[in-house]
């Protein structure tokens, strides 16, 4: 029987996935069972690559254990996936759709939605998918959650007004469906607005089951300059990851805006450098938020947020100019022709507001993960 030690080092363990490449003579469920407790986990193949994958539910700080791994026939719910013609990719929970990953080509750049979540039919504002009456309609481009930037080689990428640029999926290049987690990637082109390719960009999106009390998302995003040096401009008019709040949740109707280092409301938050931000409000009787993540392996660490009253907040590496008020500042970043960069974020969306949703833990299971080691 295989036996893994997890240490969890100085940081307490909460809702934390963690991934162990490990070349296992099975595939499916498993059960982690030591003193601490029991977790859920898996053994799978993902890309040609196997691995081990549990989810952590929770670890004291500087505590450490002994797990055997033993298979389950345990029923779970997994999480799948459905091609929709070329329209979308709908993600189920078992039998329940969660959301859709928009990929048609008529829309300027794939998105997703919804975001439901406690009972709530989407945190994310549904305008302009769908028109529900009360919700807010400025800003037709903010597409509940998506990428996209304002100045690629000069081709706004960021809005839908006249001229703008083509974020397109070509196909997807991998499903992985799974018990804990399911992951899908997809080739994307960049183009101008005669669809003349500026770049390429392999996207990939993991769901994690994360149980009822929270929603867990990783982000990652390789751009590859195929065509030329490619210039990102700086500018304050994008988002490698963004999110627009459902309206109810807008920060001039009560909600807030946090950062890592203690800062409160626009004011305080928009444009500032910080490892994370979190937007929390009420919805329907319920407090809900989401907090994004950056990873200290992004390109200008840690990011700015452009976060606004109005329910944006998006993950901006390289708009320094635009949020410091200094035009002799120059953030624009220059992707060789022939080489990449790699982005990635976290996303969680949590009950309650900032503080019950404990994202310092969060962070730290992201990027300081616990030490997993095989016992022979």
């Not at 499916?28 to 691995?51: C, I, Q, Y």
Request: charged share 25%; with cysteine; hydrophobic share 35%.
């Amino acid at each position: 029987m295989l036996k893994i030690k997890i240490s969890a080092g100085p940081h307490k363990r909460i809702t934390c996935p963690v991934i162990v490449p490990l070349n296992l003579d099975y595939q499916g469920p498993v059960k982690l069972k030591g003193n601490t407790g029991e977790f859920n986990g898996e053994a799978k193949k993902t890309g040609g690559r196997n691995s081990l994958i549990f989810m952590i539910d929770s670890l004291a700080a500087g505590s450490e254990d002994i797990f055997a791994v033993e298979k389950t026939a345990e029923e779970r719910e997994k999480i799948t996936f459905k091609e929709v013609g070329s329209e979308k990719l709908e993600v189920y929970r078992g039998k329940t759709l969660f959301t859709n990953y928009w990929c048609d080509s008529k829309f300027s750049k794939p998105f997703i939605h919804p975001a439901p979540f406690a009972g709530l039919s989407s945190v994310t504002r549904n305008f302009p998918m769908i028109n529900i009456s009360g919700e807010s309609t400025d800003h037709k481009h903010h597409r509940s959650i998506w990428t996209a930037w304002g100045d690629v080689n000069g081709v706004d990428c960021w809005s839908e007004e006249e001229g703008h640029g083509w974020i397109t999926q070509k196909y997807f290049t991998l499903f992985s469906e799974g018990y804990t987690s399911a992951s899908f990637s997809a080739l994307n082109h960049w183009t101008d607005k005669n669809k003349k390719k500026l770049l390429e960009e392999d996207r990939s999106v993991t769901i994690y089951n994360a149980g009822e009390d929270a929603c867990l998302l990783d982000f990652e995003s390789k751009y590859f300059a195929s065509e030329s040096d490619v210039v990102f401009g700086d500018t304050k008019e994008g988002g490698l990851l963004c999110v627009r709040m459902a309206t109810p949740l807008e920060g001039d109707k009560g909600s807030s805006i946090a950062n890592a280092y203690g800062a409160r409301g626009e004011e305080e938050c928009w444009g500032k450098k910080a490892p994370w931000c979190d937007y929390s409000g009420t919805m329907a009787g319920k407090r809900v938020g989401i907090t994004l993540f950056d990873s200290p392996n992004n390109p200008g660490y840690p990011v700015h947020w452009h976060a606004r009253n109005y329910g944006l907040f998006a993950a901006n590496p390289f708009g320094v100019s635009g949020f410091t008020g200094n035009r002799q500042l120059n953030g624009s970043y220059t992707l060789k022709k022939g080489n990449e960069m790699i982005f990635g974020y976290r996303m969680l969306i949590h009950k309650g507001g900032v503080e019950d949703a404990a994202p310092e833990i969060h962070f730290n299971n992201y990027v300081n993960p616990p030490k997993v080691s095989i016992i022979l």
